[in-house]
């Protein structure tokens, strides 16, 4: 019993919650003022209603006063006639009548003390109308101006998000380009040093003969010196050009002639191996 009575509970809230969500107040307080309205417009109907019944009264009145007093007229007539008879019988009625009228008397004060009673009411719900009617629209004026002064506080929120978000991605962008500044920086240096050379073979072509003529003169001479020290004859040296073109006969007949003139010495060197000398 308690588990559906929290269930109950819980869906009541979670309606009431759903319900103030799109619940508007200035609707609210226009449907509260239209029954106010017909409450007003029933009580003025009422109040018609009883003025006709008590005006149907006055006339029934009055006819019977007219009522009566024929009777009267009718039983001094009988009695100037001496008719005694006929005298009783016209007062009779006439006595008649005038219970009638007592009634309708009684019913007609019921119905003057009901009207004005609704009268009363009838203003005053009038008043009460008026004073809501004013309230009411004072509501709804300064609910429209917290609605707006809401959205307006909302719209700001969300530049202010925006102009955060837009800050942020300026600081991002500055950081990169800071980033690929700095890089750039580093791999101009390191070209600069000689770290990082060009390994795809797109060099100076002309730099890569000047080079490698340069590396051949000095094998060229290195060769020489090692002939001078050993005693043996002395080729003239060829110019970077010429070695690139010699036959291999020539090469291998000079290569010969070193060997057979090498004197192979066994004594251990106690030199440094990785050292040239």
């Known amino acids: 019993m308690s588990v559906m ?72 007539q009988a009695l100037a006639q001496n008719r005694e008879d006929l005298a009783r019988e016209a007062l009779g009625r006439r006595s008649q009548v005038a219970t009638q009228l007592d009634q309708l008397k ?14 009363t009411t009838s203003m005053q719900l009038q008043a009460r109308v008026e004073a809501f009617r004013s309230q009411k629209e004072t509501l709804k004026a300064s609910y429209t101006a917290a609605q707006a002064q809401a959205s307006i506080g909302e719209a700001v929120s969300g530049i202010s ?28 240096e390191l070209m600069a040093s000689g770290a990082l050379d060009d390994l795809s073979g797109s060099s100076d072509p002309i730099q890569a003969e000047l080079d490698k003529g340069s590396r051949d003169t000095d094998v060229e001479l290195q060769l020489a010196q090692m002939k001078s020290q050993m005693g043996l004859p002395q080729q003239q040296p060829l110019a970077a050009g010429e070695l690139a073109t010699a036959s291999p006969s020539t090469q291998s007949e000079s290569q010969d002639s ?15 191996p990785f050292t040239l000398k």
Do not use: C, F, W
């Open 5 to 76: 009575k929290r269930l109950s509970g819980i869906v009541q809230a979670k309606a009431n919650k759903t319900l103030d969500k799109y619940e508007d107040p200035r609707e609210t307080l226009d449907l509260s003022y239209e029954k106010q309205l017909e409450q007003l417009q029933q009580v003025k109907r009422g109040l018609a209603d009883v003025a006709t019944a008590r005006k149907r009264l006055e006339l029934q009145a009055q006819q019977l006063q007219t009522t009566a007093q024929k009777y009267q007229t009718q039983a001094t």
């Open 106 to 119: 009684t019913q007609h004060d019921q119905l003057l003390t009901q009207e004005d009673h609704l009268k």
């Open 161 to 188: 998000e925006s102009m955060s978000d837009t800050g942020l991605a300026m600081q991002r962008a500055q950081d990169k380009i800071a980033q690929m500044q700095a890089r750039a920086s580093a791999v101009d």
């Open 258 to 272: 070193a060997v057979e003139g090498t004197v192979v010495d066994d004594t251990p060197s106690t030199d440094d």
